[in-house]
């Protein structure tokens, strides 16, 4: 499960991921990629850590860097770690991808002290002006596949992750949501607004 690109918006944001993160600590990075995040948190935040990857290619350059990464399967290889193994699990811009999203939430805040998830926003008002504009499904910066081809099979929007995180009693420490040019959305506005214009967000989540 590899970032889709390396635009500006995504490193945008990698970097609150990282800020959201206490030096020192230990981190795993469940759909790690090429390891862009699990570098930038080693070297900035100093953490102990750890990765899951889907893909070999990934789990090659991981190691490759220097990155201990292993082979694996959000979906299916969350449950064979114990409570409280890590302070931090992220899931980047991939939950999207999961076949199971409750699940993988829920084991991530079963293992980790705290959860941070990031994803593509697809209640954005250019998503929205594609489907009643264009009839199509929309293709963007942050969600740049086709259709037909993309790996991405259950879609949200802001406030449906809001919903779900109500439902499986996540505590919402933090939120930030991003616009397509990766400026942050008003801070204090509501779900709503942040729906509407946010084209990603990233939450800081902990057990409730």
Known sequence: MTLPDTNQTNRIDLRLVAEMVQ???RVLDVGCGDGALLALLAESRQV??????????????????????????????LGDYPDDSFDYVILSQTIQATRNPRLVLEQMLRIGRHAIVS????????????????GRMPVTDSLPYAWWDTPNIHFCTIRDFVALCDQ??????????????GRRVGVNAP?????????QAVFLLKRG
């Open 23 to 25: 030096p020192g600590t």
């Open 48 to 77: 102990d850590a750890r990765g899951i990857e889907l893909s070999r290619e990934g789990v090659a350059d991981c190691v490759a860097r220097g990155l201990s990464v292993i082979q694996g399967d959000a979906d299916t290889d």
């Open 119 to 134: 994803f593509p926003n697809f209640g954005h008002w250019r998503m929205r002006s594609q489907v009643f504009f264009q």
């Open 168 to 181: 499986i009693g996540a505590r919402k420490e933090r939120a930030v949501a991003l616009d397509a040019a």
């Open 191 to 199: 779900w709503w607004f942040w729906n509407l214009f946010g084209a």
